[in-house]
């Protein structure tokens, strides 16, 4: 996507309040979490390891549900699962045993959609990541960029409104992770999908830069939300651009703060 999105500043597409996780009463790993994303807009969240990030997006998707707070889908409140919902996790999650098209089939499985809908849905995935032609290769047949692909093509198969990404290339080699957030862009902004937002977790502060309108900082123990960075850079975006690392550098010198405090 050449342009920078424009992306109505009103509408809220994912939202969480004061949302918290604790695994005992004496281990609290995030509290009064506020964070939201507003359509057509890429969110990210970075903070040191072990402060709750992924924990945190998991909280999201109710894949793992909140100790406290909520969480909350165009203004409905988020009480379970939902595909409207997908999550791309940084293991590269693929079933050996299974073809990329019968992979990515699998998030089909909850719509009951008839088999020949089902073949055509996950077949038109493919196509959008750009792996049509290898439908009925194993995973051992693929590099690890185009297994990665397949766990996307199978997340935005449920038709997600709301794509959450948790550090989706960090076992990618640079080549694969660059060309891969270049695809990720496209296909959050892309008409033919049905994503309203994105959210990102990750360690690669470059990365986070590149492909973010918002920056959530995350840091504490137990862990809160200590900064929000909009960061308006026109696109494409560039290293290179002074204004680039001018933030990379902003973020780093914010998590370097906070971890001295």
């Known amino acids: 996507m050449s342009e920078e999105a424009v992306f109505s500043k009103d509408r809220t597409e994912l939202e969480c309040r004061d949302l918290g996780y604790a695994y005992s009463k004496l281990k609290v790993v995030f509290q009064n979490i506020n964070l939201r994303t507003r359509e057509n807009e890429f969110v990210a969240i970075v903070g040191p390891t072990g402060c709750g990030k992924s924990t945190l997006i998991r909280n999201l998707a109710y894949l793992t549900p909140p100790t406290t707070g909520h969480v909350f889908l165009n203004g409905s409140e988020v009480k379970r699962p939902s595909s409207r919902i997908s999550l791309v996790h940084q293991s590269i999650a693929t079933f050996p045993w299974m073809t990329a098209l019968e992979n990515v089939k699998l998030s089909l499985i909850s719509k009951k959609l008839d088999p020949a809908e089902a073949d055509r849905t996950a077949r038109e995935m ?47 080699d640079e080549l694969t992770a660059t060309s891969m957030r270049r695809e990720i862009y496209n296909l959050v902004f892309n008409p033919e999908t049905s994503l309203k937002s994105a959210v990102l977790v990750s360690h690669n502060l470059n990365e986070v830069i590149e492909l973010s309108d918002r920056v959530y900082v995350m840091n504490g123990s137990p862990a809160t939300l200590v900064d929000e960075i909009n960061v308006n850079i026109p696109r494409p975006r560039s290293p290179r651009d002074p204004t680039f690392f001018d933030f990379v550098d902003r973020l780093y010198n914010e998590l370097d703060m906070n971890l001295k405090q």
């Open 126 to 172: 493919l196509q959008l990541v750009g792996l049509n032609g290898v439908e009925d290769y194993y995973p051992k047949e693929m590099s690890g960029g185009m297994r990665q692909k397949i766990a996307i093509a199978r997340a935005l198969a449920a038709s997600p409104e709301i794509l959450l990404l948790d550090e989706p290339f960090v076992h990618l």
